[in-house]
């Protein structure tokens, strides 16, 4: 697991400005404490899924959202996916609060470019595993994301045994602790074609976001 | 003989898993075993059965999960599950005709601590004292408390269980391949806090297969003294279409634990995939072997909630700056609860290199024993050190003590009959380690005879409590050899026998030697040293010194606990290499640059610099102010990028901490120019960009009450109410929590017409923002300084 360095500049709203060297430097020791310390750890279970218009049916599970509906149609199978950094960040975050806050801030958008860059390496053994039975990855949707409800956390965190396998719980508000981490579906189809990439943005309501990524 | 007894004489058998079978015999993916105990009860009652048929001793009850957490909205309640689960294991035992023992199985809450999680220690106590009630009045022989990977939740389980109950406790943790919990304790750290709390048993369970578990235990078996408990998985869990699997079969499992029981354990037994065969198999190969043989590893150790510190031949620094006596700043942050003042402290000698910090929170005039809870409960969300908790308040030690995650040290108990009756029985109950003030009712003996005898007497009076004396750290007392040219020799000979001739290990409060004297730095580093050589395990220091630091890190590389003098050549190779380019010259800076710059000691110093020519309203208009807005400007058009701007803001506010000082001694206070109360809202836990924009605004002269995140609406009115602000500020970042915003806007409004709100976070847009009634939405921390300068020049105050 590593920081992007170019991710973690982009979170911290980076837009070519000219970067002191002791920012630069900055970046880089909180980089290489977050990778010293974190443990990243992850789960995730295939199972066989059912989609209609607007409800997927998955490992006994009935999601009722549109918007994920378009994002497995066609799949016979998904898998639920959970990944987490561990508490390093979020320990680093309360202690930078106090002594030093720019590096709060590093360690905040360096943490979310690590749970990135670690989601796609778990999502890549998922890839290499589908791609042995002729199967491809459909580009990975989360709770929180369009219509699909935050509810449906306390159910993947149910299924996947989250709190105990990889250490991961949820507030009274479905939120994530540790803060990062990452939950998603990955719908699993047959035809390659289906699978293109589509921009996770694209979804999103927030078009005037400073970080939003239109499709290439 | 009863278990207790039994423990650690012969070997025991646990059973294997539950749920597993329970699987097998069609409980689906998501249902809660234990609710089986109520619908299912012969299920249960038959695998117990199987178990016991096969030879196990212990088995645990189907209640592993009964917590109130768990069982809220199942239609049946934690005491009536966890009852019923004992009664059927019970059952099984006396249907079976068989000497066996049946476990209150206490699984984790699956929720997360603060100050990580949203659940307090209290509340995580408070749901385990049900199942143990309800466990032991329907008979459970034993606690286990199992599958646990946070030290602080099994602390609130053993507590539980100890004050609940008198049954033996055994604890078993989940470690990862790096052998730490997912919180990153290390065994160390769980095995001090463990053994502090005088748990019965300890060992692993779950996580992996015996082979991998095998490798954790030398480790183990060096460093506890305790009975070692392994209760592995069938190997890892595969899964097929959601359903789980474990692939190590009978024998093979078998064979590994016979390995395992050879090299030393007391009880052996299975967790996830291990069914009766893989326990047949087990007791088959193992009955025969005799348990391994416990010695007490005699080990002086405090811990924090991620590593343990062990008294050695590696002397060790305990930091003595988080202690307001003879300090008006660190005693005006007490009385306005400026606890941001002291978690610097305590990271300044972190920096520095302390490996304990001495928290010392007593003043008359404010609350102990709620500032140590306060104080306590910050520390440990910033800084992994041991803690030394300091005081004479037994309500503040014990509070301490019991929130305290891991094994802490007590400051102090001394040779009065008062105190020993007082601080041991504590010290007895939570696990601490102590140290001793060699002085008793005769007050401080004159003689280093004198104060040896107290020791013994202290040693003696320890051993009754069951505190033996590698938990005991014994203070000869410094005093100031401005009064007595004898009063080192005195302090260093006691020292010496204490720690070579009664064996145990020492401390002393340094600096006290000085005093009355001039250039106190040069006797304090000398007589540290030598107490070093005479048998000094841990010095109460400033790190911040560094002429004491120096002594430390020389003595260690001239005494040999520093291999290959590698921590001196840390410390200072890069030390040698400044001093031959010569000091740097950003000290020269002026206020507006330094600002600018971000350099928060030189913006510090100018500040001062310029407050000896300049009136205070003059620094802040002409230097700080326009730097702040320099900065500010650059960041909204983009110019400058974030972590310069905090970077920026962090300095300010070290100029604006110098220009504080100044009023204060002058008698004045800086005015205000209007307060804002701030917030993120109910369900929301994400405070970053609520924090930037407190900085900033206080940068600007605005008192800010920040009330924190997760707030409930009605705090934020009552907030409004009591300080009578006209600015509410609110963050959100989830769509979710939207929905809390609007509301608090809604409510504020209901109640104070004429109050603005101004809102920002992730998900926020204009529109958004207009849609809940917000009266100003802010793109960036910037905006919202913008809005409030507006505001509230426009109609004053």
Same mark, same amino acid.
């Given at each position: ?216 | ?47 117990? !059965? ?41 059952? =099984? ?96 750290? =769980? ?29 183990? !078996? ?106 008006? !700043? ?468």
């Amino acid at each position: 697991m590593r920081v992007d360095r170019k991710e973690a500049l982009r979170y911290l709203g980076y837009r070519g400005q000219e970067i002191e060297g002791q920012t630069l430097q900055m970046i880089e020791e909180i980089a290489a404490e977050l990778e010293e310390n974190s443990s990243p750890k992850s789960i995730y279970h295939e199972y066989g899924c059912k989609v209609t218009k607007d409800m997927v049916k998955l490992g006994g599970l009935e999601i009722k959202s549109h918007n994920l509906s378009v994002n497995l149609k066609g799949c016979e199978r998904a898998v639920l996916l959970a990944a987490t950094i561990g508490r390093t960040a979020d320990f680093m975050i309360r202690k930078y609060s106090i002594s030093n806050f720019a590096k709060a801030a590093i360690v905040q958008a360096a943490g979310a470019a690590c749970i990135e860059s670690y989601v796609d390496e778990v999502e890549e053994a998922v890839r290499k595993d589908a791609a042995s039975r002729g199967l491809y990855l459909r580009p990975r949707f989360s709770p929180g994301y369009g219509d699909f409800s935050l509810e449906y956390q306390k159910d993947i965190f149910t299924l996947l045994e989250c709190s105990k396998r990889i250490g991961i719980t949820l507030t009274e508000g479905n939120l994530m602790m540790p803060s990062k981490s990452v939950t998603a579906v990955i719908g699993l189809t047959a035809k390659e074609r289906e699978s293109c990439q589509m921009e996770k943005c694209s979804l999103c309501a927030k078009t005037d976001c400073e970080f939003r990524q239109e499709g290439d | 003989m009863s278990l207790k007894e039994r423990l650690g004489k012969e070997l025991l058998f646990f059973d294997g898993a539950m749920g597993t079978l329970l699987q097998e015999r069609g409980l689906q993916s998501g249902e809660l075993p234990e609710i089986w105990n109520m619908t299912k009860e012969n299920v249960i009652g038959e695998i117990h !059965r199987e178990y016991l048929d096969v030879g196990c001793d212990i088995i645990k009850a189907n209640t592993f999960g009964a917590n109130p957490f768990k069982m809220k909205g199942t239609g049946y309640s934690c005491q009536e599950v966890t009852a019923k689960g004992i009664a059927i294991a019970k059952h =099984a035992i006396v249907e079976s005709g068989k000497k066996a023992y049946a476990a209150l199985d206490i699984g984790s809450l699956g929720k997360l601590l603060e100050p990580l999680g949203d659940l307090s220690f209290e509340a995580a106590y408070q749901a385990f004292v049900p199942m143990c009630t309800a466990g032991e009045h329907a008979g459970a022989d034993l606690c286990l408390i199992e599958t646990m990977n946070d030290t602080y939740e099994i602390k609130a389980a053993v507590l539980a269980a100890k004050e609940h109950t008198s049954l033996p406790v055994v604890v078993t943790m989940v470690f990862d391949e790096c052998g730490k919990l997912l919180t990153g304790a290390d065994m160390e750290a =769980a095995v001090a806090m463990l053994e502090g709390l005088r748990v019965d048993a300890l060992g692993l369970n779950c996580g992996f297969g015996p082979d991998i578990m095998k490798k954790f235990l030398p480790r183990l !078996r060096e460093i506890t003294s305790l009975p070692i408990v392994v209760n592995p998985n069938a190997g890892l869990p595969v899964v097929v279409d959601g359903k789980t699997s474990f692939h190590v079969g009978p024998e093979e499992f078998a064979g590994i634990m016979k390995e395992i029981a050879q090299d030393g354990v007391s009880v052996l037994g299975g967790c996830c995939g291990t069914t009766p065969a893989h326990l047949h198999a087990l007791v088959e190969s193992c009955r025969d072997i005799p348990a391994m043989v416990l010695t007490d590893k005699n080990r002086s150790v405090v811990s924090s909630y991620t590593h343990a510190v062990e008294m050695d031949q590696h002397p060790k620094i305990i930091g003595e700056r988080i202690n307001p006596t003879g300090k008006s !700043r660190f005693k005006q942050a007490l009385r306005e609860q400026d606890l941001e003042y002291i978690y610097k402290e305590a990271l300044a000698q972190q920096d520095r290199g302390a490996h304990i910090l001495d928290v010392n929170v007593g003043l008359p005039e404010i609350d102990e024993v709620e500032m140590m809870r306060s104080v306590v409960t910050g520390l440990q969300g910033i800084t992994d050190l041991p803690l030394q908790i300091d005081t004479s308040n037994p309500t503040a030690m014990e509070t301490a003590m019991r929130l305290y995650n891991g094994k802490p040290l007590i400051n102090s108990v001394n040779g009065k009959q008062e105190s020993m009756d007082v601080v041991f029985p504590l010290a007895a109950k939570y696990g601490a380690m102590v140290v001793c003030l060699t002085l008793d009712e005769n007050g401080i003996p004159k003689t280093a005879k004198g104060r040896i005898q107290i020791a013994e007497k202290i040693i003696a009076e320890a051993a009754k409590y069951g505190i033996g004396k590698k938990d005991l750290l014994i203070d000869t007392l410094t005093m100031t050899i401005s009064t007595g040219q004898e009063n080192a020799k005195i302090t260093l000979e006691a020292l010496h026998y204490v720690r070579n001739v009664l064996g145990v290990h020492t401390t002393l409060g340094v600096s006290n030697i000085s005093f009355g004297l001039p250039l106190r730095g040069h006797v304090n580093t000398a007589f540290f040293t030598i107490a070093l050589s005479q048998g000094l395990s841990a010095g109460i220091i400033n790190p911040n010194s560094e002429e004491m630091m120096a002594a430390y890190h020389s003595f260690c590389a001239l005494n040999g606990s520093d291999g290959n003098c590698s921590d001196y050549i840390a410390r200072y190779s890069k030390q040698s290499e400044q001093q031959k380019k010569g000091p740097e010259k950003s000290g020269e800076l002026r206020l507006f640059d330094a600002v600018v710059r971000g350099l928060s000691d030189s913006a510090y110093h100018a500040a001062k610099k310029e407050l000896e020519n300049k009136k205070p309203l003059e620094v802040i208009d002409q230097e700080l102010i326009p730097a702040l807005d320099q900065v500010g400007q650059g960041f909204e058009k983009k110019t400058v990028f974030l972590p310069q701007l905090l970077m920026s803001a962090d300095a300010a506010k070290a100029g604006f901490d110098a220009i504080k000082e100044h009023l204060k001694a002058e008698g004045g206070a800086q005015a205000s120019k209007g307060t804002i109360v701030i917030a993120t809202v109910k369900g929301d836990i994400h405070d970053i960009g609520k924090n930037i924009v407190k900085v900033l605004l206080e940068n600007y002269g605005f008192q800010v009450i920040d009330l924190g995140k997760d707030v409930p609406p009605e705090t934020v009115v009552e907030a409004a109410r009591k300080h009578q602000v006209k600015l509410v500020g609110l963050s959100a970042l989830m769509t979710t929590t939207v929905a809390n915003m609007e509301l608090t806007i809604k409510m504020i409004k209901e109640e104070f017409p004429g109050c603005k709100v101004m809102v920002g976070g992730a998900v926020l847009t204009q529109t958004y923002a207009d849609m809940i009634g917000a009266d100003f939405y802010s793109k960036d921390a910037m905006g919202s300084v913008r809005y409030a300068n507006e505001l509230f020049a426009s109609d004053g105050r």
